[in-house]
């Protein structure tokens, strides 16, 4: 694939992220992100692993200023991303992951979009359900127990199920799939990764 360019560097989106986002949560989410689209990126796009983990971190960039306008998240992100500095590609591949909110906004296409769309909510499940466990760990978190959460819509009602259906779907990958492939994407980044064997 071709040399990807965010239009800016890992340290300005940060900044960037910072100014715009005040509570840790969505801090802590952007860089959960970060490091799960970083993964995915060193198997399928090696090249452009620093563009995939801009995508990332940025993707809420304007929710915390704007959550109550669902339908326009992201709109707000394009304009504060353009003003930093950041291209039309890195726009784009962080607005697909808001299609379903808005139609007006670009589908995945791209693997890179589809991976963000798949697992960045995701990410909030896994991290949910993990908080719960006495290990507080991801490293002995199995698909069987993130199935179990996903079934049960009382648990982190917030996350939305359907996006994740369809985010396998796009890829082409079974729910199981999806579930072991983003569980081994957060253990690789987990800060206790060496207290448990990982799971091959």
């Given amino acids: 694939m071709a040399k990807l360019d965010a239009g800016m560097t890992r340290e300005a989106a940060f900044e960037l992220l910072g100014k715009h986002n005040k509570e840790p949560f969505h801090i802590e989410h952007g860089e959960t992100v970060e490091a799960t689209m970083r993964y995915f990126a060193r198997e399928f796009d090696p090249e452009n692993e620093e563009f995939w ?20 998240h992201t709109l707000f992100a394009a304009e504060l991303i353009e003003a930093a500095g950041g291209t039309s590609e890195l726009i ?9 909110f808005n139609p007006d906004l670009p589908k995945p296409e791209h693997q890179m979009e589809k991976i963000l769309f798949a697992t960045e909510e995701l990410t909030g499940l896994i991290g949910a359900a993990v908080a719960m466990r006495p290990s507080k760990s991801v490293m002995d978190f ?22 994740i259906r369809s985010g ?33």
């Fill in 53 to 72: 983990g801009i995508v990332g971190l940025l993707h809420d960039l304007d929710w915390e200023e704007h959550d109550d306008e669902p339908e326009k």
């Fill in 92 to 100: 784009r591949a962080i607005q697909s992951h808001t299609s379903d």
């Fill in 142 to 163: 199995e698909v069987k127990s993130l199935k179990k959460k996903f079934k049960d819509k009382r648990f982190a009602a917030g996350v939305s199920r359907d996006v």
């Fill in 168 to 200: 396998a779907e796009m890829l082409g990958w079974e729910l199981d799939e999806l579930f072991d492939r983003t569980i081994k994407a957060m253990r690789s980044f987990a800060p206790d990764r060496d207290t448990f064997k990982p799971v091959e």
